[in-house]
């Protein structure tokens, strides 16, 4: 980690810690609702933590029942209102491709701002199981927007060979608003003060929309949309440090190796002695040789035979990350793992989110050091076995087992179906096809979240009944590790390394 940091300036650690509060914010409301679902759903006043002890004993209630401040809901209600979140999420991301391509990165993460916004104010003072899923609704459309836009613009704005290494921050920054989230519903899950939880989406977002005033728009759009080769040039070279040698960067823009700053036009001139020979200025505004290279649609980048093997392999890997199981343990281990475990399901939740954040941080480096493709292969088998001894100690009730393992697969999410999708997404195509692509992968993301999110509760339950006991859900995930790991195996290329998607798949380099 030490070494992907070495020649990083410190603004562009800043606005990537910014432009990252976008998916934090996924991450902070997709697991809100778990540690508090008994007292928002009325089963329970209180969830019982020691803090919440303590805070009864000094506002004078002792053991007496508090005011009920709930939304009465049906566990397949309760479901139904966690899984908005996610329909949400698929209309934000099929809509954030078309979107930041035609306008631009800055803007969209301001509109991802305003989504989060608007919901976390609906979510905290919501008062029904409408307005609660409105709430999540618009959060959603800004958590889909966010996990299109902001790998989009990091891989724009990182050092080429860091852009593995920064891609994972996308899913570093969701554990962190996972951890927070689940954190705070361990201590505030009692009384009202679970409205407490929801409210500080709305510090989250706001810390947002002002920090994005510090952001720049990123210098490739700038170039490949405007034509305004001064700014973007400027841009990237605050970004890089005033020392660093940008030409490569700016050549691989698809701009020509002659693309020169103002003062480097102007110098030029001066030494030919003729400013109209070869370095004659040009408008800002007048787009250069090949840099209008036009962007394919949402259907174009199916039907290109170029583009098409990429949209499979992102949807399938899309569908892998959900489909092995991770947020069956994000949004439901408190009522899933509850009574199966030697300690609190409550601190457990806590303890997952700290694995799953210290894991994928420690975890950053690898893609770029053992490849993209390892890493995936190495995530889905390890969960896929943790899932089959999760299923088994659940079964016969080895609690100790179920909770190590609950940790290893955790973990194992961590090195590679966690951060890898996200970066794969913008190197499996070339720039004209991004933005598109960035929708496929996430649209496919959050469908495969929906039906996790709302059919997981119902299906465990009625694995339950069929065949008795708790865990059996556990081996229909297992059984997905397998059949994902053929499929990445056979249809994901390896793009460590590679300068772009012509070499990622063996062709001759397209000529625009």
Aim: net charge neutral; charged share 15%.
């Amino acid at each position: 980690m030490a070494s992907s940091l070495q020649d990083v300036t410190a603004y562009l650690l800043l606005i990537i810690t910014i432009a990252t509060l976008g998916p934090l914010q996924f991450g902070f409301h997709l697991a809100e609702l778990n540690a508090p679902e008994d007292v928002i759903t009325c089963r329970a006043h209180t969830v019982s933590t020691t803090i919440g002890r303590m805070l009864s004993s000094i506002t004078g209630r002792g053991d007496s029942p508090p005011p009920l401040d709930c939304i009465p809901m049906t566990s397949s209600e309760f479901a139904a209102v966690t899984a908005i979140f996610t329909i949400g999420g698929l209309i934000g991301a099929l809509a954030a491709g078309p979107t930041t391509s035609a306008r631009g990165r800055w803007l969209s993460m301001q509109m991802t701002a305003a989504c989060f916004l608007g919901g976390s104010l609906v979510e905290t003072f919501s008062s029904t199981r409408i307005a609660l899923s409105v709430g999540r609704f618009l959060t959603g459309l800004g958590a889909g927007a966010s996990t299109v836009i902001v790998p989009l613009y990091i891989s724009e704005v990182a050092p080429p060979a860091q852009r593995g290494f920064f891609g994972s921050f996308t899913q570093i920054s969701i554990n962190v608003g996972i951890l927070f989230t689940q954190t705070l519903g361990y201590f505030l899950s009692h009384d009202s003060t679970w409205r407490w939880i929801l409210a500080s989406g709305i510090a989250i977002a706001g810390a947002q929309t002002l920090g994005l005033l510090l952001v720049p728009e990123s210098p490739a759009w700038t170039a490949s949309n405007t034509g305004d080769m001064v700014q973007a040039r400027r841009v990237l070279q605050r970004i890089r440090g005033k020392q660093a040698n940008i030409d490569d960067e700016v050549f691989a823009w698809g701009l020509g190796p002659g693309v020169l700053s103002e003062e480097e036009r102007l110098l030029a001139a001066t030494e030919h002695g003729n400013p109209g020979d070869d370095v004659a200025p040009r408008s800002p505004s007048e787009p250069r040789q090949q840099s209008d290279k036009g962007h394919l649609g949402f259907v174009q980048v199916l039907r290109d035979p170029l583009t098409r093997p990429a949209i499979i392999a992102v949807v399938g890997i899309m569908f892998a990350q959900q489909l092995c199981g991770i947020n069956s343990i994000i949004m439901y281990s408190v009522s899933l793992l509850k009574d199966l475990l030697p300690v609190s399901s409550a601190f457990l939740t806590i303890m997952i989110s700290i694995i799953n954040l210290g894991t994928t941080m420690g975890a950053s480096p690898l893609p770029d050091k053992l490849g993209r493709k390892t890493c995936l292969l190495i995530s889905i088998l390890g969960q896929g076995t943790s899932s089959l001894i999760l299923a088994l100690s659940i079964l016969f009730e080895v609690k100790i087992l179920s909770a190590i393992t609950v940790l290893f697969f955790v973990a194992f999410f961590a090195i590679g179906l966690g951060p890898v999708p996200f970066i794969l997404a913008s190197e499996l195509v070339g720039p004209e096809a991004v933005g598109a692509t960035q929708s496929w992968a996430l649209g496919a993301n959050y469908i495969a979240t929906f039906l996790v999110a709302y059919l997981f509760p119902i299906i465990n339950e009625a694995l339950n009944k069929e065949f008795g006991g708790a865990g059996w859900v556990y081996f229909i995930f297992a059984g997905f590790a397998l059949v994902w790991a053929v499929f990445i195996k056979h249809s994901v290329p390896e793009t460590r390394g590679k300068k772009d998607a012509d070499e990622v798949w063996g062709r001759a380099r397209r000529v625009d």
